[in-house]
């Protein structure tokens, strides 16, 4: 892998804080929900369904909820509100240094790839010259099936997930998400584990601005 410049050790560096960001909003959310768990207060599973209940929960507490753990719940709700306006914010930072990438914008254009992906995969790998076909990347990226071969047989695994995990964990991510859109996407919906798979493609509009980008798919592993 080619020595990273300045430019992609600064924006690796606002991924990295986000990713902590996101790993402590989940570990409140997490905490919040096994908290009205225990007392019987179920809340569908869901970061949206728990942010839009929890208001309505927290004026007025069922009998289960004792003042001392509303007290409790509130301030991993004012944690949780802080923390979402510094995610927010990083990500408005992310995207307009995206928006001003050309790499990111060639990404940008492949379905199920928005400004988070892009930059992380510019941060990561820079303009993907290390690879000299997409299935090396996804080898890099923990995405393909370990493989197993004895004599004449050949037998497919999970997935190896190894390589960067934040940049896998977005692109499997990416490829749930799109497996909601239907065709739209071009991303199949996942069966028994998703895996993401680079295929070539004779897109205009290639990552490196040449026949033979990189495009996204989303393909179930067997």
């Not at 507490?61 to 007290?71: A, C, E, H, K, W």
């Not at 306006?85 to 790839?113: F, K």
């Not at 790998?125 to 990347?137: E, L, V, Y």
């Not at 290639?206 to 989303?218: D, H, Q």
Request: with cysteine; proline share 5%; charged share 25%.
């Amino acid at each position: 892998m080619a020595t990273k410049t300045a430019e992609q050790l600064d924006l690796q560096a606002l991924h990295r804080v986000r990713e902590r960001l996101v790993s402590q909003r989940t570990g409140i959310v997490n905490q919040i929900r096994s908290f009205l768990l225990e007392r019987g207060v179920a809340v569908r599973q869901g970061l949206r369904f728990l942010r839009a209940e929890l208001p309505r929960i927290l004026a007025t507490p069922p009998d289960v909820l004792s003042p001392g753990i509303v007290r409790v719940i509130e301030g991993l709700a004012e944690d949780w509100r802080r923390l979402d306006q510094r995610i927010d914010r990083l990500s408005d930072e992310i995207t307009v240094i995206a928006r001003q990438d050309v790499g990111c914008e060639r990404l940008v254009s492949v379905p199920g790839i928005g400004p988070i992906i892009s930059s992380a995969m510019v941060a990561a790998i820079g303009n993907g010259d290390a690879f000299s076909k997409g299935r090396d990347f996804a080898a890099w990226l923990g995405l393909v099936p370990k493989q197993i071969s004895t004599g004449d047989r050949t037998i497919l695994g999970k997935i190896s997930k190894r390589g960067n995990r934040y940049l896998r964990v977005l692109f499997v991510q990416a490829a749930w998400v799109g497996s909601g859109t239907g065709s739209s996407t071009g991303l199949k919906p996942p069966r028994s584990g998703c895996t993401a798979t680079f295929l070539r493609s004779r897109s205009p509009t290639s990552w490196r601005g040449s026949p033979g980008a990189f495009r996204l798919v989303a393909d179930a592993s067997r």
